[in-house]
């Protein structure tokens, strides 16, 4: 995504320096660009706590069956 990212920069760069964009219209771009950029790194960085806390949640269970499991075992013992 990144490298995307910098192709097109060096388009844009390579735009302004023949003249074809004005060099506000590149700042522009430039700009959405980051605002995107910040974007997909937001949606990122919210997918990776979604994952944490289901590997928390993961774990938790995985304990509560252990848990259960050992009741069940001294249960079966006791009578």
Not at 38 to 60: G, H, K, P, S, Y
């Amino acid at each position: 995504m990144r490298l995307r990212f910098q192709e097109a920069g060096i388009k844009r760069l390579e735009a302004v320096t023949s003249g074809k964009i004005s060099a506000e219209t590149h700042l522009q771009r430039k700009e959405k660009k980051y605002l995107k950029e910040i974007e997909v790194l937001r949606t990122q960085v919210d997918r990776n706590q979604e994952v944490t806390r289901f590997a928390m949640e993961n774990l938790q269970l995985k304990e509560e069956i252990r848990r259960h499991a050992l009741f069940k075992w001294l249960f079966h013992f006791d009578h």
